[in-house]
């Protein structure tokens, strides 16, 4: 017996960064803003930025780690654990999402350099795994494929 999936898709944004490299990025919304995300399979995790006041409300634990992590050229000193009430890309939505926050003030502050939009977070490969993404490059396409359970 063949899976039965539902689809949801998206439209991959790709900017061109100036010196050479593109960037990735993804339209999606927490807690009904709209935000911009960094579609990164090199990142382990998916991450918040613990600074944009849309967290705000957001109870904040430190989540401790023996595992040292790092980014777009920087070591993550701190990182946060908090509960996002809900988080969607185009129809796909998951509601009471764990999520990992950290300063992403850092890579704000290059795109502001490089006139290009002000991120949220990074769409990292646990949640492309976990929710069996794929990355159209050819059509400019997230496509995200959920099980139907019968």
Request: charged share 20%; proline share 3%; net charge neutral.
């Amino acid at each position: 017996m063949s899976k039965k999936f539902k689809t949801y898709q998206s439209k991959l944004h790709i900017l061109n960064i100036e010196g050479g490299g593109n960037h990735v990025l993804i339209k999606a919304k927490v807690n009904k803003n709209k935000v911009n995300m960094i579609v990164d399979t090199g990142a382990s995790s998916t991450v918040f930025d613990l600074e944009n006041p849309i967290f705000s409300n957001i109870d904040f634990e430190n989540l401790e780690t023996d595992n040292p992590s790092s980014g777009f050229n920087s070591v993550i000193e701190e990182l946060y654990f908090g509960n996002i009430d809900s988080f969607s890309i185009s129809w796909f939505k998951i509601k009471n999402f764990e999520a990992v926050f950290t300063s992403m003030q850092h890579i704000n502050y290059l795109y502001k350099n490089l006139n290009l939009p002000h991120v949220a977070g990074i769409l990292g490969c646990d949640f492309l795994i976990e929710n069996n993404a794929v990355l159209d490059f050819e059509n400019k396409k997230l496509i995200i494929k959920k099980p139907i359970n019968p």
